[in-house]
């Protein structure tokens, strides 16, 4: 609660994309209400626009957006809070997952309805759709249809509700609690507050009335008391007024037949929304149940422009372009002024210029803001109409220390089998000293993990792998380790080593006593002592198991989506079946709570191992040459233990680039460790063909030109034109997007991609300069730096002005961030909305840390700096 407020004052200094002529609105709002005249509010609904059924298939006016199942439930994660009908109001996306749910707060890993069909009647403006629960055979009907100055939603059943249902089966819409935070509802004309922090009544049930979890999973932890907690609802009744004093976030609802029932979904997972819901009445056919829905609509609303550039700044040499993104019903201004701060703390215009029309990229119309002329280092900031933005600086030195925060603070905090401290704060205990148990056969995980038949390793199913409670960092937001993004790191931080010569020490780091100090010079490199803390979990898993394994990580659902302190997701004790559950002899445990290796053979990781491996051979060899040593033998047996299947290298690259661009990783970290010319020879043999296939992303292209410096001068000659047509894929992006950089945005937002984007292009402005200009790599940083869609904001934590401060790193419920964490940005939701939301830090997909994307970005801060430098 302390950190939600604390956090609240925080937020409340970052400009928001507030529309100053509804503020004016709802000043006359409230002039109104004190004159007692109430019923002029609501007659002001009068002038505000019906819904239309747009081109795209979803209703609009301006101002409100609904959606109706333009987003499906993928069932990767059950319920993402990502689909079903929902509400854009006033250009914020509030309202998800209306749908016929199984429970009043469906939690993440509830059973979600699969969409059987849907229809668009473009005569009668309705969409409609069937939706099935296959585990109890349950069909139903959902059409919305504009009324009024809202829309009519329909549940429809040919049969009526299964006995199992009775009670349980509702329909629900959500709505995301920080859009109605210190904010008001009125229940068939009785008052409430909608709660900052979860505390409404629950009840305890049998386990046999639950509805069952996905795939038979549970999220709740009963200590074998055969129970499930059910929240009660905070009000009841037949209308629903939402945030009446707020006109942007306004919403009312009406049950036509039964009750409205308001719940906190949070009272059993912190990512719970405020839910809606009506429950569907038993032994009934036909129209079972009718909600009118009616978000306010302010008339004539605009969304306010949104000048997105970099919070970091730019250096002096290289271009300075804002984007400035506009409602599509808004006009362009001509022109947008760039002003320095001078040191008497004045505004000085340097520069006035015409704004260029680049055009509509999804839902808005883009502008461009050109002032790369201005190159005086010092304090600036843009105005366009009557909005200016925060400051940002214009200085040789601007991306010194933006890296800093990533390895200073970021990295230590996910390391793994420590305690890290931090000045007066523990951020966590040393966990996971149970670690690990050989996964079961035949078991299907709720995090994408899965054991196949076998478990091609020589243990037993649940027998403890023994080496595996060193090294490695926490993957992301949750607490597992997963091999192939720390090869990522691994590779990205011996180039960081190698290439840059970082020598930066900040954090003391004992392996003997499990301790990390944030702040604390210890007279060693970081980086090399966290490729050391990388090295000691895969080059363990080599020798302990024989090969690297997809994973490691918690076997229950219950403990998995942990928050907190690390050292609690297990009881660090370490399995043993000869005592009960939650017995304990001081030194092991009868609870099965240990981690799981998934220790499936997969010969692409084999190979990224084996390079990684070989690639920490080089700096842990004047650092731990005993680690160095393992980690060089580990590289080699993985190779000779793949190449051997491949008949002695001569077999033809197959299909899957994914497995040819491993083995490529390989041969060419092997080759530059050990100079034998059968990894290089090999190196070359997959290289062209691949090449001659795609130069696109992040695939040969990149080691090619990794591999320029260790080649002779053929090699460059030959690599030219495939640089040349590389340019030409890469200058479409700027056709395609205002911003000039490839914008992924589905499932996972896409700053991975772009950081990478940036580190090919650096390679190649460092081989290539003719070709490929700095300014490849400097739009891509710009872009993680604040020049995107929805939002300005840094990308990346306490890097630049403003940044993340809300995010979904492991301490997400606290709302707040983990310094130089670096998130995944912006998610498409379908048909046409961009979102990265700052308010809400529970989409994964938007705002979730992972280790190796913030090791590339370290590598790509280091790489401008170089460059900037010349
Ligand atoms: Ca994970
Ligand atoms: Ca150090
Ligand atoms: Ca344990």
Redesign the pocket.
Known sequence: MKSEIENNYVSSRVPRQKNKSQAAIFKQFSVIIITGALLILFSNNSFSQKLQLNDLGYFETPGVNIFVYSNQYTGMFNDEKNAGIEIIHHGVRTSTGGAVRLQNTPEQWDLVPTVIDRKIDKATSTISLGLRYNDYDFDSRISVTPKDNGVLITVILDKPLPEKLVGRAGFNLEFIPSSYFRKTYMVDGKPGEFPLYPSGSTKMEPLNNKILQYAGHTTFDDRGRKEFIVPGPLAKGKTLLMAPEDPEQFVKIQALDGDLMLFDGRELAQNGWFIVRSILPSKKTGTVLQWYLEPNAIPNWKRVPVIEFSQVGYHPSQEKVAVIELDKNDTPLKKASLFQVTPEGKFVEKLSSDVEQWGKYFRYNYLKFDFTSVKDPGIYFIRYGDQSTSTFIIDPKVYKEIWYPTMDVWFPVQMDHMMVNEAYRVWHGAPFLDDALQAPVNHQHF?GYKMGPTTDTKYKDYERIPGLNIGGWF??G?F?I?TLSHVVVLLNFVDTWEKFKVDRDETFIDQSTRYVDIHRPDGKPDILQQIEQGALNVVAQVENIGHPVRGI?VPNLHQYHHLGDAVNETDNLTYNPNLKPYETDGKSSGTLDDRFVFTNRIPSLDYYTAGALAAAYRPLSSFNIDLADRCLAASRKLWDENSNKLQNNTDAPGDDMFVVNAEMTAAFQLFVTTKEEKYSGRFLYLLWPLLDKSVAGRGGLFLALQAVPYMDNDFKTKLRSYVVKYKETIDKFGKENPYGVPITSRGWGGNNEVINFAITNYYAFKAFPDIIRPEYVYKGLNYIFGCHPYSNISFVSAVGTHSKEIAYGNNRADFTFIAGGVVPGLLLFQPDFLENKEDWPFFWGENEYVIDICAAYVFLSNAVNEMGSK
Do not use: E, K, L, S
Request: proline content about 0%.
């Open positions: 995090d993957d992301a949750d597992d997963q990580v």
